[in-house]
């Protein structure tokens, strides 16, 4: 396996071992495992727009998983239905 300073675009084949930081584009395949936290963990709204958490201590009993996005004012709970 090759560890590299390189800062351009770099493409793999057979994926990336570790943490991918910076900007991802392009297609994604596999799993995306996201950071999970409590809300009182999360970093400001402000300077999150379009991050994305899961957190942990959602729910009457702070037992349920959420999933959460920054609109850059506020972490915003995404609810999902079926597609139409």
């Given amino acids: 396996m090759g560890t590299t300073t ?3 675009p770099v493409v793999s084949t057979n994926g990336f071992t570790g943490a991918v930081t910076g900007n991802v584009t392009g297609d994604v395949t596999g799993t995306i495992t ?3 936290t409590v809300t009182a963990s999360l970093p400001a709204a402000a ?3 379009g991050q ?7 729910g009457a009993g702070d037992d349920e998983f959420a999933l ?3 609109d850059g ?3 915003v ?5 079926a597609l139409t």
């Avoid at 994305?52 to 959602?58: E, K, L, P, V, W």
């Avoid at 709970?77 to 239905?81: D, H, P, R």
């Fill in 6 to 8: 390189f800062s351009g």
């Fill in 34 to 36: 996201l950071t999970s």
């Fill in 47 to 49: 300077s999150s727009t």
């Fill in 52 to 58: 994305m958490y899961i957190i942990t201590d959602n």
């Fill in 68 to 70: 959460v996005v920054s």
């Fill in 73 to 75: 004012s506020a972490w």
């Fill in 77 to 81: 709970k995404v609810t999902t239905t």
